[in-house]
């Protein structure tokens, strides 16, 4: 089965052709300073057409077209349901219009992180494992949930896909979700800059020399023996560890697997999650694995397939 599968994210789009398990051909698209989605989804048509091309393909190869869109989506209609600030002409957009006459083909939709979940459960970290939740750590923190080898969606196409805005601090920072002190507001990529400018110390630390603390810089400068960054690092991972510990308590997986750009500090991340919901989660049955994702920035697309697939 082939599929034309596109990862929409806040910076990139990510679109490719798949082929069940493989990728045979991607390519990124910069779309950091667009605010519409009516804006983007031609440039992505014009990318499919070259991909298509450079694969001496046509589109009724394909049986269909996936899209990972970065807010909530009800799969089961096809329509973005609800956005954060990016993206906001997207709930009137018809993709499966779009889909029909940009390149001829069926379409669905899909929250990018519940498609993600779907890559790592078909080809990825969660193979063989029906219970999964996956976290994604990177400018936002996804949080999505598979129960019994179903994506859980629930009413309002809500559930198990904001793990990100669990509050772990019930008077902490503000989110931009209009929730306070959820798990991203307390530790991810947009929220790090504040959280390093209001921390004790920080501007007589090593950080200062930054005009934007990233986590690259952050665990390096946590790695050099720097004190601020050092604290606000195991900050962050108290701020994951608990919210990978109100994930279990929700969604009852048998694995979490955590990916995002921060996982290039794999090493130190996934122990100390591990350790944590070995230590604090109320699981009788036995332990929840930790792993790191497998598939890195090519989940979403890797979850074409199954989203195809599957029978709504
Ligand atoms: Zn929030």
Avoid at 109 to 130: C, K, P, T, V
Avoid at 234 to 263: F, K, Q, S, T
Avoid at 287 to 294: F, I, L, M, S
Wanted: overall charge negative; charged content about 20%; glycine content about 12%.
């Amino acid at each position: 089965m082939k599929a034309l599968a596109v990862d929409i994210g806040g910076t990139h789009a990510n679109c490719g052709l798949v082929e069940n398990e493989d990728i045979l051909a991607h390519e990124s698209i910069d779309v950091a300073s667009s605010t519409d989605i009516r804006a983007v989804l031609p440039r992505i048509a014009e990318v499919f057409y070259k991909l298509m091309k450079g694969q001496s393909l046509s589109p009724d190869s394909f049986q269909g077209i996936a899209v990972g869109f970065p807010g909530l989506v009800d799969a089961r209609i096809g329509r973005v349901v609800s956005t954060n600030k990016k993206y906001d002409d997207a709930p009137e957009v018809d993709f499966c219009a779009w889909g029909r006459e940009a390149l001829g083909l069926s379409l669905r939709i899909e929250n990018d992180a519940r498609m993600a979940l779907l890559g790592e459960s078909y080809a990825g970290a969660a193979r063989g494992f029906g219970d999964v939740v996956m976290m994604t750590l990177g400018t936002g923190i996804g949080g999505v949930a598979m129960i019994e080898g179903k994506l859980l969606r629930g009413k309002h196409a809500q559930a198990g896909c904001l793990g990100g805005h669990i509050p772990v601090l019930f008077n902490g920072r503000p989110c931009t979700c209009g929730g306070i002190g959820c798990a991203e507001a307390e530790a991810s990529g947009w929220s790090l800059p504040g959280i390093v400018k209001d921390f004790p110390g920080s501007s007589e630390s090593s950080l200062s020399k930054y005009s934007q603390v990233g986590f690259k810089q952050l665990f390096e400068e946590a790695q050099y023996g720097d004190k601020a960054a050092l604290a606000i690092r195991n900050r962050c991972l108290n701020v994951w560890a608990a919210d990978a510990v109100a994930m279990v308590h929700a969604y009852d997986p048998e694995v979490i697997v955590i990916g995002g750009g921060v996982m290039e500090s794999a090493n130190i991340i996934i122990p100390y999650v591990e350790s944590h919901v070995h230590k604090y989660a109320w699981t009788p049955w036995g332990k929840v694995r930790v792993c790191p994702a497998q598939l890195t920035n090519n989940a979403a697309l890797v979850g074409a397939i199954p989203l195809l697939s599957e029978k709504m």
